[in-house]
């Protein structure tokens, strides 16, 4: 972190940071951050390609920001509260909602105050500390818990020495660089892996923005860097070098959609299509010249809703319009009423085909590398004709934003913390609509808690883990989220897995495959799991 010059800190000691400063000062740091949000998703612990954390907290500060646009306020309570409230709906993952909770309590300090100085900001990150760590019901140090807190600490020994706002800042973000360095000393799991905690670097990254804001070095820093945005992000393995034009997105809505034909004529109708759903919902990102044409059709075969369209060339230029609704569309198909109904997180067509099936009523887009925010989630819960709900998290990273989606309801809601999708299917199947709510959350979090999941993929850089030591381009194998295995053989490495899950002592394996897997290789797969278990049942 490069030091200000002398005039640019004296000029800087004694300013007060007011309303329409701190607005200015959030969108610089939330540029910053952006432009390291692919920095801080490959600190993911396993060697795999699904580390979101950066992209979630980059997306939770474009919800911070919205709220706060074209609002006529002047005091920094007021632009605080509005950075609160978007944050907390825009939260996605457990870093977006803990990055919520250290804006909520700053937020609470600045309640009705015009301006801040270091003082108050060392007060300000005080409680932001305290709101953040009662988010999480275990916290867990060596993470972005612990970094928002040695920077209070920080902040509180500088603003003893020298109030000034600079000042305050520079020691506050000194000491964030050094606390996300001795994380990999809190958790053993980072040190295993040789990384450091990715929240908590986030939010590192998000301070040194505030910094550079006031120390003015910010535009130096970043002119002529282009910062990638949200929807750039959420489909960067999609997109390759290209011609601009417009990145149209909208859910269609309907009955019996026929999602592998919808997929194919959006192709032809644009470039780095992504088409995902099933015959209900279907979520559509595409670049495209013409973003008429494809609305049109899309509205022939359902409800549109959700549309955004943006500029791509005006990005590129390095302006950021906002998308903008682009029609009034009709309102979403009314649910038959039941007393109780249950939301689940699926991340992929495949999956929301079975959760609907065994019965799920609203089915929330959203995995490993696309956490659903608060918004999403509390939407959901609101459009159920009904008071009751129970919902389904189905990821680890999303059992956060689910509590904080509930909390925002006035129904009753109860969480599932499932962690997985089958525990999610489990869970659903256990659910009755003759019980009560706690007789059903009862019933499904004891059904959630008999499977096991057992997970293959690919690594993707050299690690050791949990004391194995794994080669890039090898297979390896996770049970409930825990690596257990690595080899060069895809065969040997679930074989592994079924003995250390005990699955000869279950009654039921069930085989659920990706897209890159075809259903030839997966009935292969399934017929070696039936002789390597030949008294259990195995579906595929």
């Not at 955004?308 to 009034?328: C, F, H, S, V, Y």
Request: hydrophobic share 40%; net charge negative.
């Amino acid at each position: 972190m490069a030091e200000p010059t002398d005039q640019k800190s004296a000029s800087l000691r004694i300013r007060l940071c007011d309303g329409p400063e701190l607005q200015a000062a959030f969108q610089g740091a939330s540029k910053w951050l952006s432009l390291h949000a692919a920095e801080v998703d490959a600190l993911n612990v396993f060697p795999v390609p699904d580390g979101d954390t950066g992209t979630n907290m980059v997306l939770t500060m474009e919800s911070a920001l919205k709220e706060a646009e074209g609002k006529p306020m002047h005091g920094v309570g007021e632009v605080a509260a509005a950075f609160s409230h978007g944050a907390l709906m825009g939260a996605r993952g457990n870093s977006g909602v803990i990055l919520s909770q250290i804006i909520r309590g700053m937020a609470r300090v600045l309640e009705g105050r015009e301006a801040f100085d270091g003082n108050v900001l060392a007060e300000a990150l005080q409680s932001a500390t305290q709101t953040a760590y009662r988010a999480v019901s275990k916290p867990v140090e060596g993470t972005i818990l612990t970094v928002i807190r040695d920077c209070a600490e920080a902040a509180r020994r500088a603003a003893r020495q020298d109030p000034s706002l600079l000042y305050v800042l520079k020691e506050v973000v000194a000491e964030a660089w050094e606390s996300v360095r001795r994380t990999p000393d809190l958790l053993p799991i980072l040190r295993e892996a040789g990384v450091v905690d990715a929240g908590g670097q986030g939010l590192a990254f998000f301070l040194e923005g505030l910094y550079y804001y006031f120390t003015g070095e910010l535009e130096e820093r970043t002119q002529g860097v282009r910062v990638p945005f949200p929807e750039e992000v959420a489909f960067v393995d999609v997109h390759g070098e290209e011609e601009f034009g417009y990145c149209t997105n909208f859910v269609l809505r309907g009955e019996n959609l026929q999602v592998e034909e919808i997929r194919e004529t959006i192709s032809n109708l644009g470039r780095s299509a992504v088409v995902a759903g099933d015959e209900h919902l279907v979520k559509v990102h595409v670049h495209t010249e013409y973003p008429g044409t494809i609305l049109d059709y899309a509205v022939r075969l359902g409800s549109l809703h959700q549309i955004e369209i943006t500029n791509m060339d005006e990005q590129r230029a390095g302006l950021k319009p906002r998308p903008k609704p682009a029609r009034e569309v009709p309102p979403l198909p009314e649910l038959p009423p039941h007393p109780i109904m249950v939301i689940a997180v699926s991340p992929g067509e495949g999956l929301s085909r079975v959760l609907r099936s065994v019965g799920a009523a609203v089915i929330v887009p959203g995995g490993q590398t696309m956490n659903p925010s608060t918004e999403q989630l509390f939407q959901a819960i609101q459009s159920l004709p009904c008071n009751q709900v129970i919902v389904l998290p189905n990821n680890a990273n999303v059992v956060l934003t689910a509590r904080q989606a509930a909390a925002l309801s006035g129904k009753e809601v109860r969480v599932v913390p499932t962690e997985t999708v089958p525990q999610g299917i489990a869970a659903l199947m256990a659910f009755n609509y003759e019980a009560d709510l706690e007789g059903n959350v009862a019933a499904m979090e004891q059904a959630a808690a008999a499977v096991q999941t057992a997970e293959v993929t690919w690594a993707i850089r050299d690690a050791t883990l949990n004391g194995i030591r794994i080669r890039e381009g090898q297979v390896i194998g996770l049970v409930n989220g825990v690596l257990e295995v690595a080899g060069e053989d895809e065969g040997q490495v679930i074989e592994e897995l079924l003995r250390r899950m005990g699955a000869q002592e279950r009654e039921l394996i069930t085989i659920y495959y990706g897209e890159d897997v075809s259903e030839e290789e997966a009935g292969r797969m399934a017929e070696r799991i039936r002789r390597v278990c030949p008294d259990q049942e195995v579906e595929l």
